[in-house]
């Protein structure tokens, strides 16, 4: 079984480094398709020539546009996609590769993600559970697509592309669209990914609150006067399904200082995003 992962890139040079070298050290038969929309910061410089990674230079309507040019032009039975500032841990892929095998009625997976700041030292973490309609409607997308993996049918078949008209909040747009469709999902419970707070993440860009707030607006009044309950009981689930409970462990990624050999960092003292 092979994965496609797409990278959209665009003036992000530095972290694509360390992208690529996290997809091309993980052991697993991958294809990794960069999309860029004409970088002039120097990527193409280096990137023309990088084996690692299949390259298509053009413009695009931003990031989900890029996404599902990326996607089209994939061959591998499962597709993920992974921002330049957005690493995997050794071994992800193998993981995501052999829980796919063993369950063949699962179409998405969800594991867990690390962020670190700009140094790769740690922040926080968070655990996943598969998200709910509701929460994901009227607050916010509680998974991160860095850690998430899915099957080809699940865009070819079922033509679940994402919205390319959004340029923050497509994600959420789209997983909303798949809760409804109850597509079959399930948690990895292990981490697999690592989230950069570069200080310049597009989450929390003003577009992307204007989004997401436009997102919160299209559910019924009902549901909108409900979120403090949706908040109660997503972090009470989250609370008895274990999401905030963590012991002690280690990671290993690229950092600038280091972008040809992974560092390890020791977490003894782990800590939950503070999020709802």
């Not at 996290?22 to 052991?27: E, H, K, P, T």
């Not at 399930?186 to 989230?195: D, N």
């Amino acid at each position: 079984m092979r994965v496609s992962i797409v990278t959209p890139s665009y003036r992000s040079s530095d972290w694509l480094k360390l992208c690529l070298a996290s997809v091309a050290d993980q052991g697993a038969e991958v294809e990794h398709i960069v999309q860029d929309a004409g970088s002039d910061d120097g990527t193409l410089d280096w990137l023309t020539g990088d084996k690692r990674a299949k390259l298509f230079v053009e413009k695009d309507q931003g990031m989900y546009d890029a996404i599902n040019r990326g996607f089209r032009r994939s061959s591998g039975e499962i597709l993920a996609f992974l921002n330049c500032d957005e690493q995997y841990l050794p071994g992800t892929l193998e993981k995501v590769l052999g829980y796919f095998t063993e369950h063949p009625g699962v179409d998405m997976l969800f594991g867990d993600v690390i962020f670190t700041d700009r140094l790769g030292e740690y922040l926080w973490h968070r655990k996943m559970q598969i998200p709910l309609k509701l929460h994901t409607w009227t607050c916010h997308l509680s998974t991160l697509t860095c850690g998430m993996f899915f099957r080809r049918r699940l865009f070819f078949e079922r033509s679940d592309t994402f919205n390319p008209s959004l340029r923050d909040a497509g994600d959420a747009e789209w997983m909303l669209r798949l809760l409804r469709d109850k597509v079959s999902m399930a948690t990895l419970g292990q981490f697999t990914s690592v989230f950069t707070q570069t200080g310049k993440n597009m989450s929390a860009a003003p577009n992307a609150i204007r989004e997401n707030a436009a997102l919160r607006s299209s559910a019924p009044p009902w549901i909108r006067l409900a979120r403090p309950a949706i908040i109660l009981h997503h972090r009470l689930r989250r609370l008895l399904g274990g999401m905030y409970a963590q012991e002690p462990f280690d990671y290993h990624l690229y950092t600038q200082a280091s972008p040809k050999q992974r560092v390890s960092h020791r977490v003894t003292k782990p800590q939950f995003q503070p999020r709802p």
